[in-house]
T-cell receptor
Framework: AQRVTQPEKLLSVFKGAPVELKCNYS??????LFWYVQYSRQRLQLLLR??SRESIKGFTADLNKGETSFHLKKPFAQEEDSAMYYC???????????FGKGTHLIIQP | EAGVAQSPRYKIIEKRQSVAFWCNPI?????LYWYQQILGQGPKLLIQ????????DSQLPKDRFSAERLKGVDSTLKIQPAKLEDSAVYLC????????????FGDGTRLSIL
């Protein structure tokens, strides 16, 4: 069975501080990992995926297969980063995503 | 491009009643997903369609939930009869094909069971 764990329900940091949203997964094969974001009053949208190895809005995430982690990082938080962040996994022959419970990120001015 | 459209946005019903949700995916998207998101949790996949065929419905409670995508475009998800634990946001997502394209989500339908 595959599982995604986001240990923090809420994370509050000050503007300009570094941000790290934790994501750990459980899957026996080679997964695809994603970060989705939901801003206030907006729909869920893809932020980044590990196979793209890109930086979106200053965020990066590296897949660490040894630690089964896919933490989301940003060196300097901005107020507009406040949102719900969901880590998701797609594994094996399945196309559907398995989501974590999400972390509510609040950036304080 | 127009996004995934869902209706209604909100629905309130009493337990044991029936309810249906509608989804119109992005034009040209062959793959359609329905997810259930209970308050405080992440979305959970209920069913996946490829065109008008079901690819995965392993997590769909088939005793009360049903879904169809008859012409391979719009889809409806039905609950009959509803239980209190079905209170959730029902999200529809679509993608261009099965694996190599991202999933685009609609705004969802928020269902409250009294």
């Amino acid at each position: 069975a595959q599982r995604v764990t986001q240990p923090e329900k809420l994370l509050s940091v000050f503007k300009g501080a570094p941000v790290e949203l934790k994501c750990n997964y459980s899957y026996s094969g080679s997964p695809e990992l994603f970060w989705y974001v939901q801003y206030s009053r907006q729909r869920l949208q893809l932020l980044l995926r590990h196979i793209s190895r890109e930086s979106i809005k200053g965020f990066t995430a590296d897949l660490n297969k040894g630690e089964t982690s896919f933490h989301l990082k940003k060196p300097f938080a901005q107020e507009e980063d406040s949102a719900m962040y969901y880590c998701a996994l797609r594994g094996g022959g399945a196309d559907g995503l398995t989501f974590g419970k999400g972390t509510h990120l609040i950036i304080q001015p | 491009e127009a996004g995934v459209a869902q209706s209604p946005r909100y629905k309130i019903i009493e337990k044991r009643q029936s309810v249906a949700f509608w989804c119109n995916p992005i034009s040209g998207h062959a793959t359609l997903y329905w997810y259930q998101q209970i308050l405080g949790q992440g979305p959970k996949l209920l069913i996946q369609f490829q065109n008008n065929g079901v690819v995965d419905d392993s997590q769909l409670p088939k005793d009360r939930f049903s879904a169809e995508r008859l012409k391979g475009v719009d889809s409806t998800l039905k609950i009959q009869p509803a239980k209190l634990e079905d209170s959730a946001v029902y999200l529809c997502a679509s993608s261009l094909d099965r694996r190599n394209q991202p999933q685009h989500f609609g705004d969802g339908t928020r269902l409250s069971i009294l």
